[in-house]
């Protein structure tokens, strides 16, 4: 009955079951894809946009609801629980499962490319497709200065870092740039805005950040009593989680 009744639906959205699949797999694995990502993306998130309501269908028994921004293409699927832009909180309880997992470096660089994006665009220094530049200098700036924290010193790590921040669609960098070691310049997306919510970035700027330079603020920072860290103490975190949740 089930498989009738997708059949039918595929058919009105002129797909087959292997389409529909493949866009399934790729979307519960990765969370999110963009369309300018690479020829695989633009493929599946056009696919998206002729079966969008029978995705939301699928989805929606398991809890898990979806944000589709048209104006920079991009689609993310959200765990049961979290807090999702333009969307009521869930009132259930969750234990997150679902929630994508994330290291306290991973989180701090997260942030201060959430406010550095916060201010590239109050300055109008945003391209067509939304996205600001920022080099790695100015993210490990950005995160000694809001929370005392800086990149992994080992190439490796750093070299995983990025690749996790890509992975979540966050932004994008020349491969070549990274492997010679060379100044990385980072394309940060505007869907940044929509991973950490306001309420995060409303906590940062109630703990007083700096809004002197770069230079300056870092500066001041080591010889200032540490502020409260607003990353997690232990290594297990996720940005998903909602303010209500445990």
Request: proline share 4%; glycine share 4%.
């Amino acid at each position: 009955m089930i498989e009738q009744a997708l059949e039918e639906a595929l058919a009105q959205c002129r797909l087959n079951r292997s389409e529909f699949s493949e866009l399934m797999v790729r979307l519960l694995d990765y969370g999110v894809i963009c369309r300018d990502e690479s020829v695989i993306e633009t493929t599946l998130y056009d696919r998206f946009q002729r079966c969008e309501q029978l995705v939301r269908e699928w989805l929606a028994p398991l809890g898990l609801r979806l944000q589709h921004d048209s104006r920079f293409q991009f689609i993310r699927v959200y765990p049961p629980g979290a807090e999702v832009p333009g969307l009521p909180d869930q009132e259930e309880p969750h234990h997150g499962g679902f929630r994508a997992r994330l290291s306290q470096q991973e989180v701090a660089a997260i942030l201060a490319l959430r406010v550095e994006y916060d201010k590239a665009l109050r300055e109008g220094q945003v391209d067509e497709s939304g996205c600001a530049a920022l080099s790695l200098e100015a993210l490990e700036l950005g995160m000694r200065n809001l929370l005392r924290m800086s990149l992994p010193d080992k190439h490796a790590e750093r070299k995983n870092l990025l690749k996790k921040l890509r992975q979540l669609r966050l932004v994008q960098f020349s491969s070549e740039e990274v492997e010679t070691s060379a100044e990385v310049w980072l394309r940060v997306r505007p869907t940044i805005a929509h991973f950490v919510s306001e309420s995060v970035l409303r906590q940062l700027i109630d703990n007083d950040i700096p809004s002197t330079s770069s230079e300056e603020k870092y500066d001041a920072a080591e010889e200032e009593k540490p502020s409260e860290r607003i990353t997690p103490e232990v290594e297990d975190h996720s940005l998903f989680e909602s303010e209500a949740a445990s």
